[in-house]
C-alpha cells in the first residue's frame, strides 16, 4: 500500500472557544435522489425525509456522486481527496496515513464516531468474506468510537466489531440491519447526553440498504409489482420493465424502514435535548438504475445512478431567526437548473463548515456550508461536478463526465464522446445529443469544461 503524502503539512487550526454544533452524518447505500417522497416517488412514503428536506436544505436535482461505486466514493468522502489519489477502483483500501474528516474534528476537541459499513479497508474475494473481515485498530480512519462491518449483502445477518477502545470481537446484530445499527447510534447519543462534560460530536450511520438483494422487513413489503409506477426512461415490455416490478417493493421498503430509522433518531435528539445542537447531513454513496434506460446497478453516469440525496437539516436553533426568508434557507429543494453541482469531495468539508471548523489544506472538496446559511455563493464557487469512473466493469466503460451548474451532462469514454444531455429540457435523458451535428459547438464547449476540470485536480485521465 501506498502511503498518503498530503499536499501541505499545515496543520488544522483549532476552532474558537465556544459551544460547538454536533453533527450526524446519515447515508445509505444505493440510494438514488428520484426515491424520496418529497422528491416526487410515487411508489414509497417517507415523511420524515420529506420533514427534514422542507425544514432544512436539499437540491432538486440531489447531490453528486463523483465515482458512483462503493469503495472509490467511501474514500472520497472520508477524505474529501479525489479518487485518482484516494481509492482509484473498487476494494482497492484506503492508503495507509490518508487523513479522514475525523482527524479535523478530533483536533477541534469533538468525539468522534462511525457505526456500520466501512468498506474501505481492501478486503476482496481473495482475502476472505467481507462480512466477516475484521478492520484493525488503526484502520478506522482515527474515529475515537468505531462500530462496523468492512462489508456485507445480507442485511438479516450482520456482524460488527470493534468499540470505544478498539475491540475487535465480532458479534452479531439482532434483527435488521438497519433497526439494530440505529439503536447503536441511539445508545451513543444517550451516553453523551448523560455525560456532564461530554464534547460537541461528529458521529456517522452508514448502513447498507437498500444495496441488493432487496429483501426489507415483511412489514415494509407493501406494493405489488403490478402497482409499480416506473420512471418513464425503464423500457416498456421486456425484461427491464419485469425487473423493475419486481425489485421495487423491496426497494420502496427498504428505504421506508430507513426513513422510519432516521424518525427514530431525529425524535432521540429531541427527547435528549440535542435537536437543536445538532447538523444532519443525509446523503447517500450512489444510485440505483432499477430499470431505466435497461440498465441495474450504479456506475452508469446517468441520473439514476449518479444522482443521490442531499439534505442539510437539524440545528433548528441556528436558523429559528431565518424561519421567514425568502430562499434556500426556508428549505425544500431550490428550482432545477440553479442546483450547486455538490460532489462526494465537498460532503466533507461542508459538514466541517457546518461547524465553524477550517477545511484543512489537504482535502480538495468545496464547502458548501453557506448554503445550508442562506448566504451567497462565493465567487469561486465550483461550475462543474467532475465523475471519475477509472476502472471498467461489467455494468460500465472507464469513462469521465462532468454535470455543469447550468444544467447539461457530458460523458467521455477514451474512444471519444459518449453522451450528452441537456437536464434542463430532458431531465428524463432520452435524447443523446453527444453526436448531433446541430450540438456540436455545445459539445466542444463541454469538453473543453471537462479538460480543465480534470487538470484542475489532477486526474491524469483514461
Not at 162 to 168: A, F, I, Y
Request: proline share 10%; aromatic share 10%; with cysteine.
Amino acid at each position: 500500500m501506498n502511503s498518503f503524502k498530503p499536499p501541505s503539512q499545515r496543520q488544522t487550526r483549532r476552532v474558537r472557544d465556544r459551544k460547538q454544533p454536533n453533527v450526524l452524518w446519515l447515508f445509505g447505500d444505493q440510494h438514488r435522489h428520484h426515491a424520496l417522497g418529497c422528491m416526487g416517488d410515487p411508489n414509497l412514503h417517507t415523511p420524515n425525509f420529506d420533514q427534514l428536506a422542507l425544514t432544512g436544505f436539499t437540491l432538486a436535482r440531489g447531490a453528486v456522486s463523483g465515482y458512483p461505486l462503493c469503495c472509490p466514493f467511501r474514500g472520497s468522502l472520508l477524505t474529501g481527496v479525489y479518487p485518482h489519489r484516494c481509492i482509484p477502483v473498487h476494494e482497492a483500501p484506503l492508503p495507509d496515513g490518508m487523513p479522514t474528516i475525523a482527524q479535523p474534528f478530533n483536533e477541534a476537541g469533538y468525539d468522534t464516531a462511525w457505526f456500520g459499513k466501512w468498506h474501505v479497508d481492501g478486503c476482496t474475494e481473495a482475502k476472505g468474506q467481507a462480512a466477516y473481515w475484521v478492520v484493525p485498530p488503526e484502520r478506522r480512519g482515527g474515529f475515537k468510537e468505531w462500530v462496523g462491518y468492512e462489508n456485507n449483502n445480507n442485511q438479516f445477518d450482520t456482524w460488527v466489531h470493534g468499540g470505544r477502545n478498539g475491540e475487535c470481537e465480532p458479534r452479531k446484530l439482532d434483527g435488521f440491519e438497519t433497526d439494530a445499527l440505529t439503536d447503536l447510534l441511539i445508545d451513543y447519543l444517550e451516553r453523551r447526553a448523560e455525560d456532564p462534560d461530554a464534547q460537541p460530536f461528529f458521529a456517522a450511520l452508514s448502513v447498507q440498504p437498500p444495496h441488493w438483494p432487496l429483501q426489507c422487513p415483511p412489514e415494509y413489503h407493501k406494493l405489488r409489482p403490478d402497482e409499480v409506477q416506473l420512471r418513464p426512461n425503464v423500457p416498456p415490455g421486456g425484461s427491464a420493465e419485469a425487473g423493475a416490478r419486481l425489485g421495487t417493493p423491496g426497494y420502496a421498503g427498504l428505504i421506508e424502514n430507513w426513513d422510519m430509522n432516521v424518525g427514530r433518531i431525529i425524535a432521540a435528539l429531541r427527547r435528549l435535548d440535542l435537536a437543536e445542537s445538532t447538523h444532519i447531513v443525509f446523503f447517500a454513496d450512489h444510485g440505483e438504475m432499477l430499470g431505466s434506460h435497461g440498465h441495474f446497478g450504479k456506475v452508469l453516469p446517468y441520473d439514476e445512478s449518479i444522482r443521490v440525496p442531499f439534505i442539510l437539516g437539524g440545528a433548528d436553533f441556528f436558523y429559528h431567526g431565518l424561519a421567514s426568508c425568502e430562499g434556500p434557507t426556508r428549505g425544500g429543494p431550490l428550482p432545477a437548473g440553479t442546483d450547486a453541482p455538490i460532489n462526494h469531495v465537498d460532503i466533507a468539508p461542508t459538514t466541517l463548515g457546518l461547524c465553524g471548523i477550517p477545511v484543512p489544506d489537504w482535502m480538495e472538496g468545496h464547502d458548501y456550508s453557506y448554503l445550508r446559511r442562506g448566504e451567497t455563493p462565493p465567487a469561486e464557487s465550483p461550475d462543474c461536478a467532475l465523475i471519475q469512473a477509472i476502472e471498467p466493469r461489467e455494468e460500465s466503460p472507464a469513462y469521465r463526465a462532468i454535470v455543469t451548474r447550468n444544467g447539461w451532462k457530458y460523458a467521455e469514454t477514451a474512444e471519444g464522446p459518449w453522451l450528452m444531455f441537456n437536464l434542463n429540457d430532458d431531465p428524463n435523458e432520452m435524447a443523446n445529443l453527444a453526436h448531433h451535428p446541430g450540438h456540436a459547438a455545445r459539445r466542444a464547449e463541454l469538453q473543453l469544461q471537462l479538460r480543465e476540470k480534470m487538470k484542475e485536480v489532477g486526474d491524469p485521465g483514461m
